[in-house]
């Protein structure tokens, strides 16, 4: 496995595998790589004789200082569990590599960015949007791999790929789970202990609110189910549960055609945001 750190050192060598007819698979993330990172490699590998990952936690998508000082920065783990997972190339540059002179272009997602994640992290998914189509730029790959539990990031960056004209296929991959159904994240490393037993209440929560909209209780029922449920846990504060259209995440009132329904929802545990969702 190749590891380059700088943006002229990759560009060259993913020049050379092109010349020799290679396709090249991206996944980009943040590092604090866990099974599920792993999944979207996989996937890619599957589809190109190439796949790259990008490590590089990106401070200008992190509204709260606190919430990125406290992102955990595993390089040397990941690049072992990448190797492990047959990954060729690892992109880790630094904040100074990506941005020698701050960006100055400014992303506007319109109304997929008024709800959710842009709603509570000002400012998040103009950062998203510099970082990924700066990766796009610079690793200029076939297929894209990224996971669905950031719904909301899948959504604007496909709509930046198409306003923007970038030609690859965008590949979008299940949330893969922990045993008690807690989606798997970077941020859950930092629960403690006791805070790892509750962290599956969030699922659980989806999990009655799929089965209450499916049994015909109208959404402002669901709502309050969903109040209700996390009255019970007061460990957590829930930050918002959306029923929504899963292309447009816009507010839907009633179940959507198959597929096109989504459950979303953010909440603190402690000091740690969990986000997750389901899609039916
Ligand atoms: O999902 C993530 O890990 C990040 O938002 C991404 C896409 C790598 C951009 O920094």
Do not use: W
């Amino acid at each position: 496995m190749q590891v380059f750190h700088t943006i002229a050192d990759l560009r060259y060598y993913l020049l050379l595998q092109r010349l020799q007819g290679k396709s090249v698979g991206f996944v980009p993330t943040m590092g604090a790589l866990h099974v599920g990172h792993l999944s979207l490699i996989e996937a890619s590998r599957l589809a190109n004789d190439l796949t790259v990952c990008s490590i590089f936690v990106n401070p200008i998508q992190f509204n709260n200082p606190d919430d990125l000082a406290r992102y955990p920065r595993t390089l040397e783990a990941d690049c072992v569990m990448l190797d492990i997972a047959r990954c060729d190339v690892v992109f880790a540059p630094s904040a100074e590599e990506m941005y020698a002179e701050k960006p100055v272009l400014k992303f506007d997602f319109g109304d997929l960015e008024r709800v959710m994640e842009g709603k509570f992290r000002p400012g998040h998914f103009n950062g998203v949007g510099i970082v990924v189509a700066k990766l796009f730029n610079i690793v200029q790959p076939e297929r894209t791999y990224f996971g669905q539990k950031d719904l909301q990031q899948v959504a604007v960056i496909r709509r930046m790929m198409i306003d923007l004209g970038f030609q690859m296929e965008h590949n979008v991959c299940a949330t893969l789970r922990e045993a008690d159904g807690l989606a798997m994240s970077s941020r859950n490393r930092n629960l403690t202990p006791d805070e790892r037993q509750i962290a599956s209440h969030i699922y659980k929560g989806l999990c009655n609110a799929k089965e209450a909209l499916v049994s015909g209780k109208t959404t402002a029922e669901v709502q309050e189910g969903m109040t209700a449920h996390f009255a019970e846990q007061p460990a957590f504060r829930l930050e918002y549960f959306e029923i929504v259209h899963a292309h447009t995440l816009q507010t839907v009132e009633a179940i959507q055609p198959i597929g096109e329904t989504a459950l979303c929802i953010a909440a603190y545990l402690g000091k740690v945001r969990l986000i997750d969702n389901v899609i039916f």
